[in-house]
């Protein structure tokens, strides 16, 4: 049996919380742009960027967008044991340099994903800066990575998996 | 996401999926191009050799800098000056690759099959870049993604080859997996240089190039060997360039879309003029950075996995 750990509503809750945190450090919203970890961290942009906007009074639009696959930067590709993943669209459609960048992911455990999402990053050029929101922290880092945007703490060894709406027709984070 | 082989030998062996696999992988490696900085760490520390016993600068060139994009080292054994020519045997020369720790091994040669010995004899991830008479799978896959690209699709895709069949490792590449994926392939050149039981194959044979060109979505010219005037297998050039030029006016008999491959390189005025090779139609430079693309997605699709270690 899954053990749900967000339900739907505390999920949506939690994106709101975020959102308006970075809207609070990130007034200025030309200078800042939002990226989605592939693939649910994409998702999750997604609605973010509709929370700051509504928060800003701007369109969607308005708010710099981009997607991130971080296959071909793993560090375990040598460990593969079965098939090599399916590399997902990179696409960054704006010269990132000078920008605020937030970088969003679903789950953070050993911080090596977000370690090769910020050498996907620096290939693309020279960010102002770049800060890392999550949904779930469920703690046991391997690198000294942390993120400056929490929507639940929750530490455990188990697999936590992110449900979201777009992809699985439910928001919800359970071990699986 | 992977094919469940060690080695890329043909398109012949390999099924509709894990060609489908291939072709769909090829994108985020093309996406890296467009960026300041155009390599991924992907395969970094590992040894990529190129072993061309014939004459290429194309596809040894694209299969390096498409290693290199992945951030593998690259030793190309030039035939000429190595061991070869003192006559070390290729199991040999491929076993001593492989003592200098080769993972991937590249190997073009004049006999068919030969890829497929060093396969049998080493655990290297051994590509084919062209063997004989027989197969050059990059190319295919090449070919089949910028058909792809273009065209969106393959379910009956008209894809016409012309030129001489009968030597070309690019046409059989290209027929095998077309015919997989669904296209209806045509070929169009003299009977002499056409196998009499390739409509086996699945393929129409025209002899008259401009009665071939009109239903063609695609007309990818094979290059003619000029030796191959020599073995009276046409008449003259005079001749070949009469009856299976791809000129401005054939290509006025087919769809205005119709795409112009050339697997290069080109005899421009001989299978293709040059009017022909430089309009709007020809997508033959595409061809050449698809080919890199391409060989990183195989380069990454062979990756060994830890539990394919002992193959």
Redesign the interface.
């Known amino acids: 049996m899954a053990e749900i750990i967000v339900d739907s509503k505390a999920f949506q809750g939690a994106v709101k919380s975020i959102s308006k945190k970075i809207f609070n450090d990130n007034h200025n919203i030309s200078d800042f742009a939002v990226i989605g970890i592939q693939r649910k961290g994409v998702f999750l942009a997604k609605r973010i960027i509709s929370e700051i906007a509504n928060l800003a009074g701007v369109k969607e639009s308005k708010i710099l967008f981009g997607t991130l ?1 971080i ?3 793993r560090d375990d ?15 960054i459609p704006f010269d990132l340099s000078r920008k605020n960048i937030i970088l969003i992911d679903d789950v953070l455990y050993t911080g090596r994903t977000v370690r090769a999402a910020l ?1 996907v990053l620096t ?3 020279r960010p102002k800066s770049i800060r890392l929101a999550v949904l779930v922290d469920r703690g046991f880092r391997e690198l000294p990575i942390e993120a400056k945007y929490v929507g639940v703490k929750y530490e455990s060894k188990k697999f936590i998996k992110v449900d979201c709406k777009e992809a699985d027709g439910e928001d919800k984070v359970f071990i699986s | ?2 094919l469940n082989c060690k080695d890329l030998l043909g398109l012949e062996h390999l099924d509709k999926k894990d060609l489908q696999t291939i072709l ?2 090829v ?3 093309k ?2 191009f467009t ?3 155009k ?4 395969l970094i520390g590992k040894t990529v050799v190129t072993l061309f016993y014939e004459p290429s600068t194309r596809t040894r060139n694209s299969f390096e800098i498409a290693a290199k994009r ?1 951030s593998a080292d690259v030793v190309n054994v030039t035939v000429g000056t190595s061991s070869v020519v003192k006559g070390e045997s290729l199991i040999d020369t491929g076993k001593t690759l492989e003592a200098m720790k080769a993972d991937y091994i590249i190997i073009r040669h004049s006999l068919a099959g030969s890829p497929d010995i060093l396969a049998r004899n080493l655990n290297a991830s051994i590509i084919n870049a062209g063997d004989g008479f027989h197969e050059h799978p990059t190319q295919g896959l090449l070919d089949l993604y910028t058909m792809y690209e273009k065209k969106k699709r393959f379910e009956g895709l008209k894809v016409l080859l012309v030129g001489d069949i009968i030597h070309s490792r690019v046409a059989k590449s290209n027929i095998w997996a077309l015919t997989k994926m669904g296209a209806e392939v045509a070929v169009s050149g003299p009977p002499t240089l056409i196998p009499e039981d390739i409509k086996d194959l699945g393929v129409k044979v025209y002899y008259d190039l401009d009665e071939a060109v009109k239903n063609a979505d695609v007309v990818n010219i094979l290059r003619i060997q000029l030796e191959r005037q020599q073995e009276n297998l046409f008449p003259s050039v005079h001749e070949y360039v009469e009856l299976y030029q791809l000129t401005k006016e054939r290509l006025g008999l087919a769809k205005p879309g119709v795409l112009i491959m050339h697997p290069g390189p080109m005899n421009r005025s001989i299978e293709i003029s040059s009017d022909v090779a430089d309009s709007k139609n020809a997508v033959i430079n595409e061809q050449v950075t698809n080919g890199i693309a391409v060989r990183m997605a195989v380069l ?2 062979l ?5 394919a270690s002992s193959n």
């Open positions: 696959d296959t071909l930067h590709l040598d460990n593969f044991e079965s098939d090599m993943p399916i590399i997902k669209d990179t696409d050498d290939d693309f050029g | 996401m992977s769909d992988s994108k985020p490696f996406d890296l960026r300041s900085v390599k991924a760490p992907t992945l990454y699709l990756k060994k996995r830890k539990n």
